[in-house]
């Protein structure tokens, strides 16, 4: 009969993300802010910055012993992430992206059959490996303004025994953002239910309120933040994300990860990176008004095409909206050259360059009026 798969992986097909060549590429979140091209960004400053920064990179990589294996701690890149976010550098584990963090705490801090709550729409790895470590995933679905009762959510969580919840904030793909009192009364309510709250977003994030849960990491003993480098950094090639913690998971997370995980050439590049707090400050505020800028010229032409829904409000690096004939639009984008991500009767718009996001709201106004 042969070697019979796991049922669990028979109907696994691998990620493909949108292949060819866009000359205008809006759907993976990415930053548009690439430190090795010198692409106009309208901010002579940020240019200048990025120059300079172009430079340090290379410096450090230039260093870097390739006959010898990489720091198995990261301590120069933990000990950078935690200058710049507040926290300790000994809170800090490194991964191969947030994914590797994810598949960790999916796999490592829990057993199997135990209950992990997603709150949909949301990321769709967290349910991914999950499902892949055989834990039972049970979905919460948001309210139709993609809001969430956090009452309910408790009141689901111990009704059913939930050992994990994870979760966007900002929310992946929605935009939408939780208040850190609210991480925190998660924490409080649940004591024996891991909370695991990725940040990729959160440097998008404005307001008057607090959202970041990083200040009371220390406080709780089931909380995990994670970080990443490939969205406000503009580090997605180097596969890059944190994962904080206190010292007690931090301990168990640096013992069960893989010894040598993340390479020394990204461990050097991203350590030259996240020591430049004013550039990294900037470089943040230039996505956002990126988004502000695709925010108003998508509620415009809401305004004029009834086939087209305004945006989800955004802290993110990205719009989220409806239109009709959803898949159809989408196609029709990628002919012009703009690529996009199609999720169900919406898309999700990455911010780019102030000139990218003007081809985009043409070429969108282009297709709603059949050109």
Known sequence: MGYELAKK?????????????????????????????????????LEAGRLRLREKIAAAMGKVALNRYPDPLCAGVCEAFGALYGVPGDWVTAGNGSDELIALLMGCLLEGGETVLSLTPDFSMYAFYAVLYERRILCYGKDGAFGIALDKVIALAKQEGVRAIVFSNPCNPTGCVLRAEEVRQLCTALPDCLIVADEAY????????????????????????????????????????????????????????????????????AQAVLEEKAFLGAAAEYLIRGREQLEAGVRALAGNYPALGEPTASSTNFVFFEVENTEAVWRAMLEKGIALRCMGNRLRVSTGTAAENRLFLQALEGVLQGR
């Open 202 to 269: 959160m440097e998008f994030c404005r307001g008057p309120e607090g959202y970041s849960a990083l200040p009371f990491v220390g406080e709780f003993d089931n909380l995990v933040v994670l970080k990443t480098c490939s969205k406000a950094i503009g580090l997605a090639a180097l596969r890059l994300g944190f994962a904080v913690s206190n010292q007690r998971l931090t301990r168990v997370l640096r013992a069960a990860k893989s010894p040598y995980n993340v390479n020394s050439l990204t461990q050097a590049a």
């Open 9 to 45: 992986i028979r109907e696994l097909v691998p990620y493909e993300p949108i292949q060819g060549s866009f000359p205008v590429r809006l759907d993976a979140n990415e930053s548009c802010i690439d430190l090795n091209a010198d692409t106009p960004l309208g901010d002579p400053a």
